[in-house]
Every structure is written in C-alpha cells, then in structure tokens.
C-alpha cells in the first residue's frame, strides 16, 4: 500500500517594506490606549492619538503647534524638567521614564507613568520626540478608596486607644493643675508638678500628632532633597538628648555618590524618626545604632540597624499593622505611619531580624528619575 504525503509548500517571508511598516506605526500610534504625540526637535507637537484628546480634552487642532507646556501641572518642578532633558538629550541613554503629574484642558490633574524618547537619524542628530503615556487615574482612585476603606475599618479600634492613651496623661495633668494652685506647695514640689505637667503634655502632643497622621495622611510634596544630609541631621538631633539615648552609641555611613532626588522631605523626616526611635528606645542605652544609605537599579535606600534583642517571631507579622506594640507607652502608630509614607512614595520597607543579634529595617524609594 502506497502512502502518499501532503506536498510541502514553500512560503517566502518577505520584510514589510518601508511604507508598509510606516503604516502599521501610524495605525498602532492613533489607536493605542496609551496617551501618545509626537514633537519635532524643538518640542512642537506635530501629531496627537486619540487617546490624548480623551485623557487631555484637547482636540488636535487646539494641541498642534504648541509645547508640551501646555500639559505643564504645578506638581511639575524646574528641577524636574532639567532631569529630564539631560536624560532624553544623552545620546548613551536617549530617553526619559517616570511618573509625572499633567494639568488636563479642564483643570483635571492627570497621574501618569511617562516615557519621553529622542528619536534621531543615522548621523544622530535628533529628529523629534515621541511620548508614551499611561494613566494611572483609576490606578490612584482605587488605592485611595482601599486606604479610605481600611481607615473606617480600624475607627472602632483606634477611639479605644485614643481614649486610653489620652485619658491618661491628661488626667495627670489635670492633677497637676490643682497642685499648683495650693498656695502652700513648696517649690520644690512646684517643680516636680511642673516637670509633670510638661512631661505628659508632650506625650499628649504626640499622642494626638500620631493619630492626626494616621488618620488624615497629607498628600506628598516631592521636590529634590539630599537623603544623606537629612539622616545625619535627624541621628546627631537624636544623639545629642542623652536622656533620650542613654549611652548608646551612633555610626553613621553614607554613600557620597547618592545625588539629591525627588520625595517629599517631611514625611520621609518622620520615617527616620519613628524607625529611629525604636532602635534607640529596644538598646535601653546598650549598643549601637548603625545609619546607613546607599543606592542601586534606579532607587535609594537607608538602613537603621541596633544591635538589640531583635524581634521575636511571634510578633513580626503584626509589626506594621496599627496599634500594636509592646511598649508601656505608646500608639502602636509609628511603624504603621512609616510603611503608609514609603508606600506612598512607591517604595518598601525591608526587616531582617535575628534574636539576639540585632534589628535592621531598611526603607527604599524609587529614584522616578529616567
């Protein structure tokens, strides 16, 4: 019996040829939903998609001829603008990817992850620029409404703390306040009702100022700071309260080559601080805390370390939920308010702990440069 097979057929692939490669570019840059134009090498927007008039409002005849200044947001810096183009304009690199914040034809804020590339010819010179553009409005809404959610999940739990943590004090204060209207009081007892009074006033303060925070975060305000110069502010302002350090020691370690970047100065200030705190307060004026920072793959990053206790494993997975500590005193807030501001900056918070050698957390944030 013959067996006969299927004759095989030849196909010739042929490359697209120039114009046929120039239409399918043209086809998927009008229909992309990604928000897109085209510049020439001065930055006059040549061309628009379809997605730019409906992220923008901005028809095609309102945006041809004019910059992307018009785009232009308040959140948008001269520092950042400048980062910008020394990226786009090096030949080596040729383009710039970050998140960035753009003013709609109606006022809108527009949250986007954007890409700026420098086209150029055989020579190099530059031809244009072409920018990619990915909305994250929907991305934004959803996690604030998450965090909005989680915060109304936690209000039974935080008026409890809240009431304790400040029944307390201000019922020492309030004894304090009558003592010091006996006449008869000596003065050394008016000072030690004094120091009571400023003692647990402060600890009222801060036990609100750490419910504020938590509950009404304030939005970032990124602009370019130096991370080295604000942690060793931050440690030496520390390390100089010796009632608050009680001995400890403090080494301090930067990396020279780690430039200023954009993050919002005050809350990462805060970060320091309540991490910071925590390994000071676990020495009990025994050991050192060790300072650190550093970058790599587009981030920055600072590491407290202590050479304390470390943190045993039953309490780890709870380390950064809300009111839970295990000091005497205390919200539970600080770490909680930490890991919401790095993770508003689209960074992480890193913990590597061994029982008795020791605690390093370590905070890293994107660069958001190209």
Same mark, same amino acid.
Not at 93 to 108: C, P, S, V
Not at 204 to 216: C, G, K, Q, T
Not at 244 to 254: C, E, Q
């Given at each position: 019996? %013959?067996?006969?097979?299927?004759?095989?057929?030849?196909? @010739?692939?042929?490359?697209?040829?120039?114009?046929?490669?120039?239409?399918?570019?043209?086809?998927?840059?009008?229909?992309?939903? *990604?928000?897109?134009?085209?510049?020439?090498?001065? #930055?006059?927007?040549?061309?628009?998609?379809?997605?730019?008039?409906?992220?923008?409002?901005?028809?095609?005849? !309102?945006?041809? &001829?004019?910059?992307?200044?018009?785009?232009?947001?308040?959140?948008? /810096? *001269?520092?950042?603008?400048?980062?910008?183009?020394?990226?786009?304009?090096?030949?080596?690199? &040729?383009?710039?990817?970050?998140?960035?914040?753009?003013?709609?034809?109606?006022?809108?804020?527009?949250?986007?992850?954007?890409?700026?590339?420098?086209? $150029?010819?055989?020579?190099?010179?530059?031809?244009?620029?072409?920018?990619?553009?990915?909305?994250?409005?929907?991305?934004?809404?959803?996690?604030?409404?998450?965090?909005?959610?989680?915060?109304?999940?936690?209000?039974? %739990?935080?008026?409890?703390?809240?009431?304790?943590?400040?029944?307390?004090?201000?019922?020492?204060?309030?004894?304090?306040?009558?003592?010091?209207?006996?006449?008869?009081?000596?003065?050394?007892?008016?000072?030690?009702?004094?120091?009571?009074?400023?003692? !647990?006033?402060?600890?009222?303060?801060?036990?609100? @100022?750490?419910?504020?925070?938590?509950?009404?975060?304030?939005?970032?305000?990124? +602009?370019?700071?130096?991370?080295?110069?604000?942690?060793?502010?931050?440690?030496?302002?520390?390390?100089?309260?010796?009632?608050? /350090?009680?001995?400890?020691?403090? @080494?301090?370690?930067? *990396? +020279? @080559?780690?430039?200023?970047?954009?993050?919002?100065? *005050?809350?990462?200030?805060?970060?320091?601080?309540?991490?910071?705190?925590?390994?000071?307060?676990?020495?009990?004026?025994? &050991?050192?805390?060790?300072?650190?920072? #550093?970058?790599?793959?587009?981030?920055?990053?600072?590491?407290?370390?202590?050479?304390?206790?470390?943190?045993?494993?039953?309490?780890?997975?709870?380390?950064?939920?809300?009111?839970?500590?295990?000091?005497?005193? +205390?919200?539970?807030?600080?770490?909680?308010?930490?890991?919401?501001?790095?993770?508003?900056? #689209? #960074? $992480?918070?890193?913990? !590597?702990?061994?029982?008795?050698? +020791?605690? /390093?957390?370590?905070?890293?944030?994107?660069?958001? !440069?190209?």
């Amino acid at each position: 019996m %013959e067996h006969f097979s299927k004759p095989r057929i030849k196909v @010739s692939i042929m490359p697209p040829t120039d114009l046929q490669l120039m239409t399918v570019l043209l086809t998927g840059f009008r229909r992309s939903n *990604d928000v897109m134009f085209y510049s020439d090498p001065n #930055g006059v927007i040549l061309d628009i998609n379809d997605a730019f008039t409906t992220h923008y409002g901005y028809t095609r005849e !309102e945006a041809l &001829g004019h910059t992307p200044a018009l785009l232009r947001s308040r959140h948008s /810096t *001269d520092e950042l603008y400048k980062r910008m183009w020394r990226s786009i304009l090096d030949p080596k690199k &040729g383009y710039w990817r970050g998140e960035l914040i753009n003013k709609a034809k109606d006022g809108r804020e527009v949250p986007l992850i954007l890409t700026i590339t420098a086209v $150029r010819d055989d020579k190099n010179e530059i031809l244009g620029y072409v920018s990619n553009g990915i909305d994250l409005s929907e991305q934004k809404a959803l996690e604030e409404r998450v965090a909005h959610a989680e915060a109304l999940a936690t209000i039974g %739990e935080m008026a409890a703390v809240v009431a304790h943590e400040i029944r307390n004090p201000l019922g020492s204060i309030v004894m304090a306040a009558q003592q010091l209207a006996d006449e008869g009081l000596s003065r050394e007892d008016k000072d030690t009702v004094t120091r009571v009074l400023r003692t !647990e006033s402060k600890r009222l303060n801060e036990a609100l @100022s750490n419910f504020l925070s938590y509950a009404r975060p304030r939005p970032l305000n990124r +602009g370019d700071n130096d991370l080295n110069a604000l942690l060793k502010e931050i440690s030496e302002m520390a390390f100089v309260n010796d009632e608050l /350090t009680g001995g400890a020691r403090l @080494s301090l370690s930067f *990396d +020279g @080559s780690l430039e200023s970047f954009p993050f919002d100065a *005050d809350h990462i200030r805060q970060v320091v601080w309540n991490i910071l705190l925590n390994a000071i307060q676990i020495l009990g004026g025994k &050991g050192t805390v060790t300072v650190r920072s #550093g970058k790599g793959d587009g981030a920055a990053w600072f590491s407290i370390s202590d050479t304390g206790p470390g943190i045993p494993e039953s309490i780890r997975a709870d380390l950064f939920k809300p009111f839970r500590t295990t000091k005497q005193q +205390g919200t539970g807030l600080g770490l909680a308010i930490a890991e919401r501001i790095v993770k508003a900056h #689209g #960074g $992480r918070v890193d913990v !590597e702990t061994r029982l008795g050698h +020791g605690t /390093t957390f370590t905070v890293v944030l994107p660069r958001i !440069e190209g």
